[in-house]
């Protein structure tokens, strides 16, 4: 019997040192609010981490549901976040967009990770989903002699925070339009950026030919719907259940539906904008845009044509590859003289309304009239 109070003595001695061993003396009290998780910007007071991440607790915000459809979105896989570099980064990384919303410098971010949740909110942080910024967004402008514009769009003010153009040199000027009037082009991303979205929809930032008459702009761009929600307001429109793959948090508007195309006609078909639309081709909108595209294509690759405007160097203006990509054929080595300068405005345009990639839906009318005065223009002798 001894023996066995013995070896139950040494059991009960055993469970307390070592349940008592695998904790050290408590050390000092960290400062109120302080907490050793990683994070951008910290944690507000009372986070609940399940309200989120737990399916079960979230019928608020649906973050799983919306990682998802971020997962499919351009955003996720098509944001370049490999140009990470200070000059870039501030829109192509969610490190980089979190500097410049907070007013910080824009640094290098090897490590970086395409713009994502916390790019466009600050949860952990605020406590909620709002937006990081819905002031005013000003948009340099690309053309000699016309102002920088202002884009206010509700909440499509934080897309256009990245939306809009970058620098460009030489910029074209309309009232160069003398034979005495040269533009040398040395650099083959001669263009106001891919992200011309914001400049499109509020009609600004193409150029306008001096003795053409441009009539104004399309309903999007002053839809009070539109100045009040921005891009959201389509790109982010519900999807019709049995399709995650459209609108929310992917921000797709045409997508791949067991392989027959689809397109996501919530944000249209609602009050204050169409009645009943059942093509993202409203009016043939598209097919116009497309048609007049790949007639100043063909113009701008045909020597014939555009050899009557350059200086030294005769060769198209335009470069295709396999894959249909375009180039300018312009180099420091080699660069594109075009004369009259104001001609440059048709080269100008074309990739305006094509890196807008909308093919002509945010601003039909804009869009179809600066390319059919860009044809016009290269068809004058």
């Known amino acids: 019997m ?207 030919f001096s003795d053409y008459t441009y009539t104004g702009n399309s309903f999007h761009t002053n839809s009070n719907i539109i100045k009040q929600e921005g891009c959201i307001s389509c790109h982010m429109a519900d999807a019709t259940a049995g399709s995650g793959i459209a609108g929310g948090h992917t921000m797709n508007i045409r997508y791949e539906f067991h392989d027959a195309p689809q397109s996501l006609l919530g944000g249209c078909n609602q009050s204050g904008c169409h009645a009943n639309i059942n093509t993202i081709n409203y009016n043939g909108v598209q097919t116009t845009v497309h048609a007049y595209l790949d007639t100043l294509k063909t113009m701008m690759t045909d020597t014939a044509i555009v050899n009557k405007f350059n200086v030294g160097a005769k060769k198209a203006w335009l470069s295709i590859n396999a894959e249909g990509a375009v180039t300018i054929n312009a180099s420091s080595g080699s660069p594109l003289k075009i004369r009259p300068a104001s001609r440059s405005g048709a080269l100008y345009n074309f990739l305006f309304v094509e890196h807008d990639l909308s093919e002509g839906i945010h601003n039909s009318k804009y869009a179809i009239e600066l390319l059919k005065s860009s044809v016009a223009e290269l068809r004058k002798p």
Not at 130 to 153: C, E, H, W
């Open 2 to 208: 001894n023996k066995i109070y013995f070896a139950f003595g040494i059991a009960l001695l055993l469970v307390v040192a070592i349940a008592g061993g695998c904790r050290g003396p408590e050390g000092p009290a960290g400062p109120p609010g302080e907490t050793t998780l990683l994070n951008l910007e910290g944690f507000a007071e009372g986070i609940n981490c399940g309200d989120c991440h737990n399916p079960d607790q979230d019928s608020v915000y649906f973050v799983w549901a919306k990682k998802y459809q971020w997962d499919r979105s351009k955003h996720a896989y098509g944001g370049d976040y490999e140009r990470n570099t200070a000059s870039c980064a501030g829109c192509h990384t969610t490190e980089g967009f979190v500097e410049a919303m907070q007013g910080k410098t824009v640094v290098n971010h090897v490590d970086a990770s395409p713009p994502g949740c916390f790019a466009c909110h600050a949860p952990h942080a605020r406590g909620d989903f709002s937006l990081r910024k819905q002031t005013p967004v000003t948009i340099m402008s690309n053309i000699v002699g016309v102002s920088d514009a202002t884009f206010d769009y509700g909440k499509g003010n934080l897309c256009v925070q990245c939306h809009k153009t970058r620098s460009m040199s030489p910029r074209p000027d309309p009232t160069k339009s003398s034979v005495a009037d040269t533009i040398s082009i040395t650099n083959n991303r001669w263009y106001a950026h891919y992200g011309v979205q914001g400049q499109m929809l509020m009609g600004e930032g193409g150029f306008k």
